[in-house]
């Protein structure tokens, strides 16, 4: 399975900037998927996810700014993110549990994408 993620770049605070993350491969059925980030000097970070029930769930730094949306015929999620602050600027990664058998489920990581919010 892989993941391949797309969308980041530079934008000013306030500013607008959608992520997406399309799995490709062996897909038996996706259980979650989502999104982490890693700012510069801290640790990985949850951002947003879509839970194996169809929920979704954000960390409380994002509520409001961030929308977590997908698409399963595609197997992607896109991340669109509004009013963006200078605290958000990291690498940005997508994740997904995805069940590839019926007895086999593997936990699997995108390359990142850099998001840098600054004036």
């Known amino acids: 399975v892989q993941l391949q993620a797309s969308g980041g770049g530079l934008v000013q605070p306030g500013g607008s900037l959608r992520l997406s993350c399309a799995a490709s491969?062996?897909?038996?059925?996706?259980?979650?998927m989502g999104w982490y980030r890693r700012a510069p000097g801290k640790q990985r970070e949850y951002v947003a996810v879509?839970?194996?029930?169809?929920?979704?769930n954000y960390a409380d730094s994002v509520k409001g700014r961030f929308t977590v949306s997908r698409d399963l015929a595609k197997n992607t999620v896109y991340l669109q993110m509004n009013s963006l602050k200078p605290e958000d600027t990291a690498v940005y990664y997508c994740?997904?549990?995805?069940?590839?058998?019926?007895?086999?489920?593997?936990?699997?990581w995108g390359q990142g994408t850099q998001v840098t919010v600054s004036s």
């Open positions: 994740n997904a549990v995805v069940r590839t058998s019926i007895i086999r489920t593997g936990d699997y």
């Open positions: 491969g062996t897909i038996f059925s996706i259980n979650t």
């Open positions: 879509f839970t194996s029930g169809g929920n979704t």
